[in-house]
C-alpha cells in the first residue's frame, strides 16, 4: 500500500491526459491546514497537508470530483522539546467529495464541497480504528488563468469532517489550497 500511493500521484500529475475521454479539465492540488482534531479526547490543535485529484466527469460540467487524502497531527509535534515516550495524536483520511465553484467576478470565486471520508483515528496510542463520516468544505480563492488555460489557482478556506461510528471523530481545519489545472 505504501508503493502504490506514490505511484498513483505520480501518473496523475505525469499522465493527466491517460483517462481524457472519461474526465475533463483534470486538476492535482495541495493544502496546508491547522486546525483541530478529536476523537474521544479533547480536542488538540494539529497542523498537516492534503493532497487531491480533481476532475469533472463526462456526464456532470457544473460539479467536480475531486479525490484526497488527509494528515493531520498534534502540532506539539514539531516544536522542539524531550520526546522521549511521548505519544503525538493523529488522524489520516481518505475523501470523495462533489465540488460546486460559483465565480464572483473572474478570478474570484467561491467553492463549496461535501462528500464522503473514510478516516483513521490515532487520537490514542491503543485506538487505531477506521470509520466512515461526512465532510463539508468552503473556500474563498483566486484563479490566476485566463479562462480555459491551464495554471494555478490559490485559496483559502474551512473544512469540517465527522465520522458516525465507534469514537465519533472528527476535525475543524483551516487551510491554504493551491491548484493546478491542466
Not at 497531527?73 to 522521549?84: G, I, T
Amino acid at each position: 500500500m505504501k508503493k502504490i500511493i506514490p505511484a498513483l500521484v505520480f501518473a496523475f500529475i505525469f499522465f493527466p491526459k491517460i483517462s481524457n475521454a472519461q474526465i475533463s479539465y483534470p486538476s492535482v492540488g495541495a493544502s496546508f491546514h491547522l486546525g483541530s482534531i478529536t476523537g474521544n479526547s479533547t480536542s488538540v490543535s494539529s497542523t498537516g497537508g492534503t493532497l487531491f485529484f480533481d476532475f469533472f466527469p463526462w456526464f456532470e460540467h457544473d460539479v467536480s470530483f475531486r479525490a484526497s487524502f488527509t494528515y493531520s497531527q498534534m502540532v506539539e509535534k514539531f516544536l522542539p522539546e524531550n520526546r522521549s515516550g511521548r505519544y503525538y495524536p493523529f488522524i489520516k483520511s481518505f475523501s470523495l467529495k462533489g465540488f460546486i465553484r460559483q465565480d464572483f467576478s473572474y478570478p474570484l470565486y467561491l467553492e463549496e464541497g461535501a462528500g464522503l471520508i473514510y478516516l483513521n483515528d490515532r487520537t490514542f496510542g491503543d485506538v487505531n480504528l477506521w470509520e466512515a463520516g461526512v465532510s463539508f468544505s468552503v473556500m474563498c480563492g483566486y484563479d490566476f488563468r485566463k479562462l480555459g488555460t491551464a495554471g494555478f489557482s490559490l485559496g483559502a478556506g474551512i473544512d469540517y469532517g465527522v465520522t458516525f461510528t465507534q469514537t465519533s471523530a472528527n476535525y475543524f481545519i483551516y487551510y491554504i489550497q493551491t491548484q493546478y489545472f491542466f
